[in-house]
């Protein structure tokens, strides 16, 4: 199954280690808080950089999907390189976790899908989504998602700390076709930016409730703060963190 992603692969990482990955682990890190003793699927899982962070922070099970095999060798060569008791920990497999997904109905206590929404090219997609992640949710279970800005309407360009974005077109009231683009390693792959209000509206149609949005954080101890180098970020962050539940 080869995918736009396929010609990324463990590339991906460079944009993990650029500042604006920083605030995307200090965010989702945060957001996630204790995480010990849960079994967790990790949608859209990539070269399996949460799920590393998962069991590495007590996470008893981590299921990693990703649908591009160049992300899940990436995974796997990752999980080769842990400690054995870490390693037997991890399962990853390909999937399109855009189609209707069952890994195990009702089986997980937390669901992450870290830029997994904005794969969603419509609505009907999206909503697909959100019923992927409600149906193998426990009941009270969590899920945890990262997007774009959804804050934000997309109608100029974003660049800052080496990540693009650019407008492909709108397709929708709210929902504009992007490029997404680092610059540092020529990594580019088209996403999907969407105003809040259409993240609720599906997690909603899905079934899902409890919906709240979450602030990004900076590093911790972050000299750069106190030199400006984040002021440009802070006056357009490029991420959201969405969380929901499923009904217990």
Known sequence: MSTQYDQIGS??????????????FESTSKALGDVS???????????????KWLVNNGAKEVVGIDISEGMIKGAKDMQ??????????????????????????????????????SNASDHEGLVTMFRNVLINLKPGGRFLGIVPNA?????????????????????????WKCTLSYKADNIAFKTNIR???????????AGLGEIRWRP??????????????????????????????RSA
């Open 195 to 205: 105003l809040h209000g259409l993240y609720e509206r599906a997690a909603t149609e």
């Open 216 to 245: 990004y954080v900076l590093p911790k101890g972050d000299q750069r703060e106190e030199q400006g180098f984040w002021d440009e970020f802070k006056l357009r962050p490029h991420l959201c963190l969405l969380e929901c539940y």
């Open 11 to 24: 590339r991906h990482k460079s944009l993990e280690d650029s500042p604006v990955g920083e605030v995307d």
């Open 37 to 51: 003793g849960l079994k967790v699927l990790d949608l859209a899982c990539g070269i399996g950089r949460w799920s």
């Open 151 to 175: 804050f934000v309407p997309m109608y100029e360009a974003y660049d800052i700390h080496g990540l693009r974005m650019d407008m492909n077109e709108q397709a929708a009231e709210g929902h």
């Open 80 to 117: 080769a390189g842990l400690p054995k008791e870490l390693a037997q920990k991890l399962d990853f497999s390909v999937k399109d976790c855009g189609l209707p997904l069952t890994v195990e109905e009702g089986g997980f206590d937390l669901v992450l899908g870290a830029w997994y929404l």
